[in-house]
């Protein structure tokens, strides 16, 4: 089985064999590992080396392995690797694997395979096979991008990681206030000031609580749009233009709302200003869609 990865990279070879195989700059970017420690070696012996992944909570996996290197006569490069844990709270028993570094124009193809097994019987296996192995090539297709962005791009890991976060926070948090405002004040709560600010709209009382549901649930599948189509700018753009056009239309209507707590005017302002964070950071965002998870067919 396996997981593969792979992903062009517009740079020298010495540049990216420097930046994945110093053991300083790969900890960089790579999110599987927290620390890599190279142990002396003698110049005919593989690199052994140790690891350490923080898990968070103060706590960490430890680990060790083993690296060759080695350039054929066409320029490809490949680095294999041995790895293994003694540590309990590692669900990687032992592991091997490559990476490859292919020549092609302009650009490497820059690959990797590995596989592992893992620890506490069938239930490692279940575990593995639903959680932590979906994670792990995630994880590995994202720091790849992360590398790419480093190399081609000069934006730093952790300038990638923290506009990572600041876009998933800003971006969670607009499609959750579309979200909660279509469930709770409409379609739940059927809150007063929703109906009273939709009854200067829809003058018929007959088609009030229809109205009220629609937009309901049109918030809700908004706030959908928001988190499957994630990598998408339109619609924080939509969000941020309503937002802002909703402003002026409440004053016409009904300004005594401007005045409340809570009101339309700070609420507004607030998720158009998330959604122009969210934009911002948006820009040359590492993603895992990038790679490629499955070798060429020959």
Same mark, same amino acid.
């Given at each position: 089985?396996?997981?593969?990865?792979?992903?062009?990279?517009?740079?020298?070879? *010495?540049?990216?064999?420097?930046?994945?195989?110093?053991?300083?700059?790969?900890?960089?970017?790579?999110?599987?590992?927290?620390?890599?420690?190279?142990?002396?070696?003698? !110049?005919?012996? /593989?690199?052994?080396?140790?690891?350490?992944?923080?898990?968070?909570?103060?706590?960490?996996?430890?680990?060790?392995? *083993?690296?060759? #290197?080695?350039?054929?006569?066409?320029?490809?490069?490949?680095?294999?690797?041995?790895?293994?844990?003694?540590?309990?709270?590692?669900?990687?028993?032992? #592991?091997?694997?490559?990476?490859?570094?292919?020549?092609? #124009?302009?650009?490497?193809?820059?690959?990797?395979?590995?596989?592992?097994?893992?620890?506490?019987?069938?239930?490692?296996?279940?575990?593995?096979?639903?959680?932590?192995? !979906?994670?792990?090539?995630?994880?590995?297709?994202?720091?790849?991008?992360?590398?790419?962005?480093?190399?081609?791009?000069?934006?730093?890991?952790?300038?990638?990681?923290?506009?990572?976060?600041?876009? @998933?926070?800003?971006?969670?948090?607009?499609?959750?206030?579309?979200?909660?405002?279509?469930?709770? /004040?409409?379609?739940?709560?059927?809150?007063?000031? *929703?109906?009273?600010?939709? @009854?200067?709209?829809?003058?018929? /009382?007959?088609?009030?609580?229809?109205?009220?549901?629609?937009?309901?649930?049109? *918030?809700?599948?908004?706030?959908?749009?928001?988190?499957?189509?994630?990598?998408?700018?339109? /619609?924080?753009?939509?969000?941020?233009?309503?937002?802002?056009?909703?402003?002026?239309?409440?004053?016409?209507?009904? !300004? #005594?709302?401007?005045?409340? %707590?809570?009101?339309?005017?700070?609420?507004?302002?607030?998720?158009?200003?998330?959604?122009?964070? %969210?934009?911002?950071?948006?820009?040359?965002?590492?993603?895992?869609?990038?790679?490629?998870?499955?070798?060429?067919?020959?």
């Amino acid at each position: 089985m396996g997981i593969y990865v792979e992903i062009p990279i517009r740079c020298s070879m *010495e540049d990216l064999w420097e930046k994945t195989q110093s053991p300083e700059l790969h900890q960089e970017w790579d999110l599987r590992f927290s620390q890599i420690e190279y142990l002396p070696r003698n !110049p005919e012996e /593989p690199q052994k080396f140790l690891y350490r992944t923080r898990i968070g909570f103060g706590l960490a996996i430890d680990g060790s392995g *083993e690296s060759t #290197g080695s350039k054929d006569a066409d320029g490809v490069r490949t680095s294999s690797l041995k790895f293994w844990s003694a540590d309990a709270k590692s669900l990687i028993k032992t #592991g091997s694997g490559y990476w490859k570094y292919v020549p092609t #124009g302009d650009s490497i193809r820059f690959f990797t395979w590995y596989d592992y097994e893992t620890r506490f019987g069938a239930l490692g296996k279940v575990v593995d096979r639903l959680i932590f192995r !979906p994670l792990l090539e995630w994880a590995t297709a994202w720091s790849f991008d992360r590398l790419r962005l480093w190399i081609e791009r000069g934006i730093s890991p952790d300038i990638s990681r923290d506009r990572a976060l600041i876009y @998933s926070l800003a971006r969670g948090t607009v499609a959750f206030i579309w979200f909660y405002h279509g469930l709770v /004040p409409k379609l739940i709560r059927h809150d007063p000031a *929703e109906l009273d600010l939709l @009854s200067r709209v829809v003058t018929s /009382p007959n088609w009030l609580m229809t109205a009220v549901n629609v937009v309901g649930w049109t *918030e809700i599948f908004f706030a959908l749009v928001l988190i499957v189509f994630w990598r998408h700018r339109w /619609p924080l753009w939509v969000t941020l233009v309503f937002m802002l056009l909703g402003i002026p239309a409440v004053a016409i209507s009904a !300004p #005594g709302y401007l005045g409340a %707590a809570f009101n339309p005017l700070t609420l507004n302002l607030a998720v158009a200003a998330l959604s122009a964070v %969210a934009l911002a950071a948006g820009r040359d965002l590492a993603t895992a869609a990038r790679c490629r998870r499955k070798p060429a067919r020959s």
